[in-house]
């Protein structure tokens, strides 16, 4: 048509477009596009919200406010949607003044906001720690009609928490709920993770019961975040139970494991390790690096070197490689038992497998000459690793 300088109804070239993005050939909607407005071609509403939401779907934020510039600035009367769409951009920015201003720019117009209009600004609002503008969106929104939602309430929870005010987290929670609003699992993501990072383990045990009293199931990630916050704690039974609860329901990972074998490998304690690493491959769940490393970590503690150095050859039977860490727990546990000669063995392996070492290994080499008493090799060796740029710590 368009060849033929046929130019096409608007309705038709919306139905063109809208058939291309369907087809994700996105790239040939906006060239037809282009050539439409090159002939004078414009579209209307319905042209701009296909066009926008295609740039959202890519991800290209600024192509999507572009459009709605230029329609904007030709003098297109543009609808509601059209604004809905635009501040969805500005929230991906995230821009919450820009998201403010369209929002009153809309108003003003006489449009009323969706409710998915309101989440938007306000999770921008939040996002960006601009927490006394989305509360007051959020009671504006409640004004005007539109019921409050569990997507408003969890943005607001997460931007109470981003800023330390757990409590505050904690205290809309309880109140949302009393009014009717019913949370997700997302929102109890969120505040368990938030209490058991700042030490509340016992508050996030309680909203994992109350989580589970609602036939929510528990994701890994709430598990992961409850491991960690009793880890904390030292509160290492309910930790177990929590993860016998995540195998019954398939839900364990590799990661959950390690963060339990981390906390075993510290305290040394080298047969709940292996128990727990039983537990692991029988769940089908093969062993990452970190997981071996952490295995490594308690055989050093416990000062049982041959089956540390024996875990390091499982790794390299597997199929997996040993990296800066894993040479460097070996090396800190000979040093540890007082025999310099191995830990330098472990470190020559190192260098050989092409592997750098890490500041962390600095310090341990020379930490580990001063413990057994080679004090005049450590300047020596400073200068040698200050040449491979490594930078002393106050450690060191």
Known sequence: MLKHDVVPWVSFMNILLTALIRRNMISDAYSLYDEMVQRKMYGDCFTLHVLMRACLKEGKIEEAEMYFSRENGRGLELDAAAYSIVI????????????????????????????????????????QGNLVEALRLKDEMVRSGVPLN???????????????????????????????VTPDIVTFSVLIDWCSKTGNVEKAFELYSQMKLMAIQPNVYIVNSLSKGFRKQHFLESAYMVLDEAVEHGIATVVTYNILLCWLGDLGMVNEARHLWDKMISTGITPSLISYNNMILCHCKRGCMDDACSVKNDILNSGLKPNAFTYTLLIDGFFKKGDANRAFGMFGQMVAANIAPSDFTFNVVISGLCKVGRVSETKDMLNNFLKQGFIPSSVT
């Not at 931007?159 to 709920?177: M, Y």
Request: hydrophobic content about 40%.
């Open 88 to 127: 969805q951009a500005a929230y991906r920015r995230p821009n919450s003044n820009s998201a403010c201003e369209l929002l009153k720019e809309m108003k003003k117009l006489g449009w009323l906001p969706s409710e998915g209009t309101y989440n938007s600004v306000i999770a921008a609002c939040a996002k």
């Open 150 to 180: 569990i997507i408003v309430v969890t943005n607001l929870i997460k931007g109470h928490c981003e800023q330390g005010n757990v409590d505050s987290a904690l205290q809309l929670f309880e109140e949302v709920v009393k009014v009717g």
